[in-house]
């Protein structure tokens, strides 16, 4: 009885440890994953609006501001949902 105890107590603290890992890992993922987004606010929704129109609106705002944004340079590209009863925009 006392080997199992012994074997469940290094199991238990095999896994913590284990689990102590995988949340910094998950963390570390998280940081880099806010490193490379950025939030556009208030640009309104085109009916039917597809991606192409998403990257165009992207492409559009890197002109204005100097920078040649290009199509490969947009990783994942989509519209959040906005405050309910807000105005039709969202961030994308």
Same mark, same amino acid.
């Given at each position: 009885?006392?080997?199992?105890?012994?074997?469940?107590?290094?199991?238990?603290?095999?896994?913590?440890?284990?689990?102590?890992?995988?949340?910094?890992?998950?963390?570390?993922?998280?940081?880099?994953?806010?490193?490379?987004?950025?939030?556009?606010?208030?640009?309104? @929704?085109?009916? +039917?609006? !597809?991606?192409? $129109? /998403?990257?165009?609106?992207?492409?559009?705002? *890197? %002109?204005? @501001?100097?920078? +040649?944004? !290009?199509?490969? $340079? /947009?990783?994942?590209?989509?519209?959040?949902? *906005? %405050?309910?009863?807000?105005?039709?925009?969202?961030?994308?």
């Amino acid at each position: 009885m006392s080997k199992k105890v012994l074997d469940l107590e290094k199991g238990n603290s095999y896994l913590t440890e284990k689990v102590k890992a995988l949340e910094n890992t998950t963390k570390d993922q998280q940081f880099c994953s806010r490193n490379s987004t950025i939030e556009i606010r208030n640009v309104p @929704i085109k009916d +039917n609006e !597809t991606l192409d $129109d /998403l990257v165009s609106v992207v492409t559009g705002i *890197g %002109k204005i @501001i100097g920078e +040649n944004i !290009t199509r490969a $340079d /947009l990783r994942d590209l989509r519209r959040v949902p *906005g %405050k309910q009863g807000g105005a039709k925009t969202n961030s994308g």
